[in-house]
């Protein structure tokens, strides 16, 4: 119940500081490593992270883009090992917004396995 | 105003507000709702949301062990759509431009994402349509929850309103309340109707789309006689209907005056008349009815709407009550008769492809045999109270009569071991319920003290049809000339073999049958309590001679339809008031 009444919250100072605030737009390319892809348990850890920053954030691939903070939108995406996608954020924090997605999806690969790793197991 | 034409199945008249029951697994109808409504449903959903959201936080923090953290995520990531504004926006965005229910729309966008990731070919990314059906199960769960619930905790007057009613639904009623029942599916055998007509309460089945067309708190007219549900009346129907009502209340209270004279017939043939009852309480309504006895208690509502098997104390109680109200009369005792339809199937890991054909009634009791005999020792325990028989359904072959005579037998030497009193010659009975029972009526009554003949199955087992399915219910006719072959047959061999028998199915309280009944020597009936008074009325309109007259008429018929219609014009010249 306190986790719904924190999320409007929120959500309405994000709209405040959006007004005032210079914009800054940030983009760039990541690659799905994790076997899985980006399944459920990704797909929330995505979303945490993105929900960490106030600006917009838009994931896309060749056909759509979704609300890299609405985990409905972002496992729709149904992105699998070797997927490409374009992270992009619009405010004002959106630069470190973009350092630790990408820092997720590539470095951390969402704790997951590799697909050659997963073999060995 | 909209008038709906459906089957009436239990005779009365309801005006009150609609009360829908959805059930769980039944696909939600697209429900409209006024503009106005908007707003409230766009709440409920709201409403679901938290709800479900704090269910969830409690069972994510009783996961606590590293060896649930599988089982944690999966949590986790339901918390995280529940939280997802684009997701809830969705919904009400539904609500707001379809004008539909909360239920409808949660149902729709829910399978509407699960079916895009079915569609999926990555099979661990397609898997997970299964989350978003738990989703919506719990979102569904929060917003029918309190309906359900309601079934139980009426405080004003209404009319159920659902797809179809399941046993375990109809035994939650507050029948305080209830006042009449109206459903999409099912027929004149349906649960819904045997439930409304020992209820006494009108009800209208087979009334296509109608879960679509009213809305909770709507204004409802049930017509139980004519077969009609009116949903939001005007004021001047509302009139006439409260007019009708107060009439045939009078024709009732007519009926009714007859309650204290015999149930004999023109030329002094006296017919017995006993009860089918469902509930302990129910006795006290046969009695007021004018039945002598209870030729039919169905003991599986003991077993339904509880979370745990009866005690053998439950049983015992509830049978007690039943025979304080006859104590010096009859009391029949049907053993636990459930599958199929009920209970058993619930039970079940996989669900019997055919259930009507497999492990149901005494076939599941003689492969349960402790529930079997905690049944059986109450029965025998009961027995010392009254004239308490028993009796066993859907025997279809003389081994399976030996096997439950055995299990009633080892039972006695329990009781004789615990020094338990009973009655040692206590009557036993079977239900002539099958073809193969019917045909071997003459090598069974050996065996027992008396036949009581179910056509509602018989007749569904005869003609291979499901009483329940409406693609072929109306090839369902206890007067197709089969059944009534298999059930002269069943009646004279009881004669000859001078055992009792009587009918006890739903052709008994039905009127235009009475006649053939009688003049195929049936002097013993069972039916529901509140149709008694009609069917005394006929019994004392007729002489056997007429009787007599009617069934070899009929006997020498050939077709279904040619049946229905002249034994409807004979009973019409009898009682006119009655159609």
Known sequence: MQAGEYTLERDLILHKSQNGSPKVVCETAVEIKNADGLHMRPAMQFVDVANQFDCDIAVSNSETSVDGKSIMQMSMLAATVGSKLKIKAEGADAEQAINALRELVEEKMFDEPAPDEQKKC | ?579
């Open chain 2, 1 to 579: 105003m909209e008038i709906k034409k459906g089957v009436a199945v239990s005779p009365g008249i309801s005006i009150a507000r609609s009360l829908i029951i959805d059930s769980e697994d039944y696909r939600i109808p697209r429900r409209l709702i006024e503009p106005s409504q908007r707003i409230i449903e766009i709440q409920r959903v709201r409403n679901a949301f938290k709800d479900a959201t704090s269910e969830l936080t409690q069972l994510e923090a009783g996961q606590s062990a590293i060896e649930q953290r599988k089982i944690k995520d999966i949590f986790a990531v339901h918390l995280r759509f529940l939280h997802d504004r684009s997701l809830r926006k969705k919904i009400t965005d539904l609500i707001q431009s379809e004008l539909v229910t909360a239920e409808y729309a949660v149902s729709e966008i829910m399978r509407g994402i699960a079916s895009h990731f079915t569609k999926e070919k990555d099979a661990y990314i397609s898997e997970r349509a299964a989350d978003i059906y738990d989703i919506e199960r719990r979102l569904l769960r929060q917003l029918l929850g309190g309906k359900r619930e309601d079934v139980e905790h009426l405080t004003e007057e209404v009319v159920i309103v659902a797809h179809e009613l399941s046993p375990t639904q109809t035994a939650g009623f507050n029948r305080k309340f209830v006042k009449g029942l109206a459903t999409n599916a099912g027929g004149r055998t349906s649960h819904t109707a045997i439930v409304a007509r020992s209820l006494g309460i009108p009800a209208v089945v087979a009334l296509e789309g109608l879960t679509e067309t009213v809305s909770g708190g709507d204004t409802v007219i049930i017509d139980g006689n004519r077969g009609i549900v009116i949903v939001n009346p005007d004021d001047e129907t509302i009139r006439q209907y409260e007019e009708y009502s107060l009439e045939f209340a009078e024709l009732e209270h007519k009926l009714d005056a007859i309650r204290e004279k015999p149930a004999v017939t023109r030329d002094g043939v006296k017919i017995t008349l006993l009860g089918n009852i469902e509930f302990p309480d129910e006795a006290e309504l046969v009695l007021q009815k004018g039945g002598e006895g209870i030729g039919l208690y169905r003991t599986e509502f003991l077993y339904l709407n509880r979370d745990s098997e009866p005690t053998e104390q439950d049983h015992y109680r509830a049978y007690a009550e039943t025979i304080s109200v006859f104590k010096h009369r009859p009391v029949i005792i049907r053993t636990m008769d459930l599958g199929a339809d009920k209970y058993t199937q619930s039970k079940r890991f996989a669900p019997e492809p055919n259930p009507f054909l497999g492990l149901r009634s005494i076939r599941f009791c003689l492969q349960n045999l402790t529930m079997f005999k905690t049944q059986l020792h109450a029965i025998l325990r009961a027995s010392v109270l009254g004239e308490v028989k028993v009796m066993f359904p859907l025997i279809t072959n003389l081994q399976e009569l030996m096997q439950a005579k055995m299990i009633l037998r080892d039972v006695m030497e329990d009781l004789d071991e615990e020094s338990i009193s009973y009655n040692r010659n206590i009557q036993t009975g079977i239900m002539i319920e099958t073809p193969s029972a019917a045909l071997m009526a003459s090598t069974l009554a050996r065996d027992v003290d008396f036949f009581s003949i179910g056509t509602n199955d018989l007749t569904q087992y005869t003609l291979a049809v499901d009483r329940g399915n409406e693609l072929v219910s109306t090839l369902y006719s206890s007067a197709d000339p089969a059944v009534l072959r298999l059930i002269r047959t069943v009646i004279q061999d009881s004669h000859k073999a001078q055992i009792d028998v009587s009918i006890c199915g739903e052709m008994a309280s039905e009127p235009e049958y009475i006649m053939l009944l009688l003049g195929i020597g049936v002097r013993t009936i069972s039916l529901a309590p509140p149709m008694m008074p009609e069917i005394k009325q006929i019994i004392r309109s007729v002489t056997v001679e007429d009787c007599n007259n009617v069934a070899r008429k009929v006997l020498g018929m050939n077709s279904e339809r040619q049946i229905s219609n002249y034994l409807r014009v004979a009973v019409r010249k009898i009682l006119p008031e009655a159609f």
